[in-house]
């Protein structure tokens, strides 16, 4: 009988440390993808800053300058937005 629980309780410890395995592989997996996420979208502001200061030269404005240039026309190009650009 004691032996039967002792084979128990180390199946139930196996199966535990399992858990915390597969949990650990989880979280990294999910740190990952947020890493990856969160890198893709810094790339895509830094190709759009750039595709900002390239059209607009904008380069010598600081962010609060760059911000106020934009509120400027935004409405403008709102309005005037091709249905192809807006969101559906």
Do not use: C, H, V
Not at 28 to 38: A, C
Not at 46 to 65: M, P, V
Request: glycine share 2%.
């Amino acid at each position: 009988m004691s032996n039967q629980l002792e084979n128990l309780i180390s199946k139930k410890e196996e199966i535990q440390k399992k858990i915390e395995r597969e949990n650990l592989i989880l979280k990294k997996s999910k740190y990952l993808e947020s890493t990856k996420e969160r890198k893709a979208r810094t790339r895509k502001l830094i190709q759009k800053g750039a595709l900002l200061d390239k059209y607009f030269e904008t380069e010598n404005l600081s962010i609060d300058e760059t911000e106020d240039f934009l509120k400027i026309f935004s409405n403008y190009i709102k309005e005037n937005k091709p249905d192809k650009y807006k969101k559906n």
